[in-house]
């Protein structure tokens, strides 16, 4: 039979314009976020990470934003760039126990920036 | 630093062969995570090291699959006999993890394997 692929939720953002990118972690455990940002025939590489006791975090042209209440997860880009195209995956890690870190990332949501 | 290295970055190989994927961490890291991305699942954890020791194998589909780490610095994940189903690009990750808390992982460029 066929074999069905995740649809992964695509983004379409004009150059210049600032992007928000979401997500809703399942553990209400995690107290560790972090935003990956995955390119074409590369690794997974960080963005930007933030932890339980805050609600948002800035960066140079990034800002994630944390609601525990809802378990929702943002990345906010500014000024969105064509170099910002790229698959961004959310993980969750829950509170330390042991010194074991036990990531589970998100399926991820594609950015396609258009000049 | 290098960062994360995997070799080989490409693999094609036919049903039925012994792949071996090779991965060296970031000097200093004492964490190493085995990882497979396909289409269809996504981002999936096989196998996590700490301190050289497996603590985790959950993830590892089934006994064709093994992952070793003799040194602080090597780690081997071998599938033996490889089938199609394996095709997937396979990455490594690092970390420096402590008791005080969860860190950023890195992640090598990834090993593309596939099978025949």
């Known amino acids: 039979g066929e074999s069905v692929g995740l649809h992964l939720p695509t983004l379409s953002v004009q150059e210049g314009d600032n992007s928000i990118i979401n997500c809703a972690y399942s553990n209400s455990a995690s107290d560790y976020f972090i935003w990956y940002k995955q390119e074409s025939g590369k690794g997974p590489q960080f963005i930007i990470d933030?932890?339980?006791?805050?609600d948002k975090r800035q960066g140079q042209r990034v800002t994630v934003l944390l609601n525990k209440t809802v378990k929702h997860l943002s990345l906010q880009i500014a000024a969105t760039q064509p170099g910002d195209s790229a698959v961004y995956f959310c993980a969750e890690i829950p509170v330390n126990s042991g010194g074991y870190q036990k990531v589970t990332f998100g399926t991820g949501t594609k950015l396609q920036v258009i000049p | 630093d290098a960062g994360v290295i995997q070799s080989p970055r490409h693999e094609v190989t036919e049903m039925g062969q012994e792949v071996t994927l090779r991965c060296k961490p970031i000097?200093?890291?004492?964490?190493l995570f085995w990882y497979r991305q396909t289409m269809m699942r996504g981002l999936e954890l096989l196998i996590y090291f700490n301190n050289n020791v497996p603590i985790d194998d959950s993830g590892m589909p089934e006994d064709r699959f093994s992952a070793k780490m003799p040194n602080a610095s090597f780690s081997t994940l071998k599938i033996q006999p490889s089938e199609p189903r394996d095709s997937a690009v396979y990455f490594c990750a690092s970390t420096l993890n402590s008791l005080a808390g969860g860190s950023e992982q890195f992640f090598g460029p990834g090993t593309r394997l596939t099978v025949l």
């Open positions: 933030i932890r339980s006791n805050m």
């Open positions: 000097s200093g890291h004492n964490s």
